[in-house]
Nanobody, 122 residues
Framework: QVPLVESGGGLVQAGGSLRLSCAAS????????MGWFRQAPGKEREFVAI????????NYANSVKGRFTISRHNAENTVYLQMNSLKPEDTAVYYC???????????????WGQGTQVTVSS
């Protein structure tokens, strides 16, 4: 089990920034690749970013590339998502997730947090 808890969401104006955090429990956090997903009302959950277990490999959805940065601190069992130049279309519930594989869709991920709401006003 890898319990995950997201934080850092909120309301921000377009062009602003937010930093999401995802705290994991347990001693096996560094064994997992970590991803961020988001789900807007009426839409499917979509991939945002992924980071490898060591932090050396990352990848992003085209819609956030150049604006979002994923990072992790294994000693603190935490993964982050720095979101800059936010747009109204970034509004969604953001979830972190853990996977032993490398994938860009939800079925690849075993453990999920409860989500944190991000709202970007125009």
């Amino acid at each position: 089990q890898v319990p995950l808890v997201e934080s850092g969401g909120g309301l921000v104006q377009a062009g602003g920034s937010l930093r999401l955090s995802c705290a994991a429990s347990g001693r096996t956090f560094s064994n997992y690749n970590m991803g961020w997903f988001r789900q807007a009302p009426g839409k499917e959950r979509e991939f945002v970013a992924i980071i490898g277990w060591s932090g050396g490999n990352t990848n992003y959805a085209n819609s956030v590339k150049g604006r979002f940065t994923i990072s992790r601190h294994n000693a603190e069992n935490t993964v982050y998502l720095q979101m800059n130049s936010l747009k109204p279309e970034d509004t969604a519930v953001y979830y972190c997730a853990a996977s032993t594989g490398w994938g860009y869709s939800a079925p690849f991920y075993t453990y999920w947090g409860q989500g944190t709401q991000v709202t970007v006003s125009s």
